[in-house]
């Protein structure tokens, strides 16, 4: 196994636990849509996804018309929440100092996420971290997860080989992902997909604990 030289991760569920906040807004999104409301359960399920994709996932009996509109309400009611100091978005238990300990290390870190750019950066400014990153890929210039095109870039620009990665998520989409780059794929518990669907969607291991994760990161 190559050195890793490169960690990246994803965002929702395994840095921050969005999902009060991406089930508020998406309930919202539908009734502005006019469409039947699916439960948490079901919206946890797409967590990670870009929101075209969620929605097709989510509603895939509507017209294209409706979930435009639910994607443009979700965007402005995500907006909101955060103008408005409603959004809750907290880091996970011991997330902060496993990156300063990965970075201590020598390992870039980087991050692949279904969020937009401007929510990335206002969550990761927020908490103060966003500046212990190499690099940032966001659904808006890239395909939805699994598509490899966020890790290829991530890959780019933190200069490290797809041997030299790995990718960390809480979603079958992340490993799915880091499958199709020929990365390293992690999981961890605390997200929103099961751990024995992570495993069985080609993830390695699956740590419960971010000092677990760190282990497995460099073996």
Not at 189 to 216: C, K, N, R
Request: charged residues 25%.
């Amino acid at each position: 196994m190559s050195a890793v030289r490169l960690a990246v991760f994803d965002c929702d569920g395994t840095l921050v636990d969005g999902q009060a906040a991406i089930c508020d807004c998406m309930e919202l999104a539908f009734t502005a849509a006019d469409l039947p409301c699916p439960d948490r359960n079901q919206i946890r399920r797409i967590v990670g996804l870009s929101l075209p994709q969620a929605l097709r996932q989510l509603a895939p009996q509507a017209s294209d018309i409706q979930r435009n509109h639910a994607v443009e309400a979700y965007k402005e009611h995500y907006r909101s929440a955060r103008y408005e100091d409603r959004l809750h978005e907290p880091l996970y238990h011991g997330i902060s100092a496993l990156l300063d300990r990965l970075a201590l290390r020598g390992t870039a870190l980087g991050v692949a996420t279904g969020k937009s750019d401007r929510g990335l950066i206002a969550c990761l400014t927020a908490h103060g971290i966003i500046d212990k990153f190499v690099t940032l890929q966001t659904a808006d210039r890239h395909p939805s997860k699994p598509h490899p095109a966020m890790l290829n870039a991530a890959l780019f620009e933190g200069a490290a080989q797809a041997s030299e990665a790995v990718m960390i998520g809480d979603t079958i989409f992340d490993i799915d992902m880091a499958r199709a780059a020929d990365v390293r794929a992690i999981g961890v518990a605390w997200g929103y997909h099961d751990p024995d669907e992570l495993i069985e969607a080609g993830a390695e291991a699956v740590a419960q604990t971010p000092e677990e994760l760190e282990a497995l990161i460099h073996g």
